[in-house]
T-cell receptor, first 112, second 111 residues
Framework: NAGVTQTPKFQVLKTGQSMTLQCAQD?????MSWYRQDPGMGLRLIHY???????DQGEVPNGYNVSRSTTEDFPLRLLSAAPSQTSVYFC???????????FGPGTRLLVL | DAKTTQPTSMDCAEGRAANLPCNHS???????VYWYRQIHSQGPQYIIHGLKNNETNEMASLIITEDRKSSTLILPHATLRDTAVYYCIAENSNSGYALNFGKGTSLLVTP
């Protein structure tokens, strides 16, 4: 199993640009989520999904959209990037909603 | 979710046991204690969790006090690769999906 994969590993955007961060898992996990981690900070939940077609907001959802059309994929869309969205983004998945979550390697995003 | 308190940083000599404490004095009866770690620049990694009994797996042991107000994560033979930030999280497994990562303990394993 590849586990949780994320692409790209690193991205530079200009303010106002849009982009999609990709996340995929091959463990048939129902639950998937996106976190962001700012320097010296813990992780904060952006959006999560409890299954295909179902998504919900986390702690810091503004400026981000998600969709879940398949069990495997959970992309995160930045509609109009802002410097405040400079961060490291982690995708995670788990089985049955348990809090034993598996994290991807992260995407480092720099917004200029 | 119960608030957890951990030391900001700790050192441990390679080959020795690393004992990482966590205080969760307001923990309720249905809240589990989870431990994760994050090695520099990598995604968090699940280590272990427990409710009230001590737990052991291939990575670590978790000792929870009888009153459940504190716990200790034990890495029995720390290696340089165990240098990481360790997060103690006390949450109800049915309270929603988010993991409430705090600041954690930065463990430095030295040669």
């Amino acid at each position: 199993n590849a586990g949780v994969t994320q692409t790209p590993k690193f991205q530079v955007l200009k303010t106002g640009q849009s982009m999609t961060l990709q996340c995929a898992q091959d463990m048939n996990h129902e639950y998937m989520s996106w976190y962001r981690q700012d320097p010296g900070m813990g992780l904060r939940l952006i959006h999560y999904s409890v299954g295909a077609g179902i998504t919900d907001q986390g702690e810091v959802p503004n400026g981000y959209n998600v969709s879940r059309s398949t069990t495997e994929d959970f992309p995160l869309r930045l509609l109009s990037a802002a410097p405040s969205q400079t961060s490291v983004y982690f995708c995670a998945s788990s089985y049955g909603g348990r809090k034993t979550q598996y994290f991807g390697p992260g995407t480092r995003l720099l917004v200029l | 979710d119960a608030k957890t308190t951990q030391p900001t940083s700790m050192d441990c000599a390679e080959g020795r046991a690393a004992n990482l404490p966590c205080n969760h004095s307001t923990i309720s009866g249905n809240e589990y204690v989870y431990w994760y770690r994050q090695i520099h620049s990598q995604g968090p990694q699940y280590i272990i969790h427990g409710l009230k009994n001590n737990e052991t797996n291939e990575m670590a042991s978790l000792i929870i006090t009888e009153d459940r107000k504190s716990s200790t994560l034990i890495l029995p033979h720390a290696t340089l690769r165990d240098t990481a930030v360790y997060y103690c999280i006390a949450e109800n497994s049915n309270s929603g999906y988010a993991l409430n990562f705090g600041k954690g303990t930065s463990l430095l394993v030295t040669p």
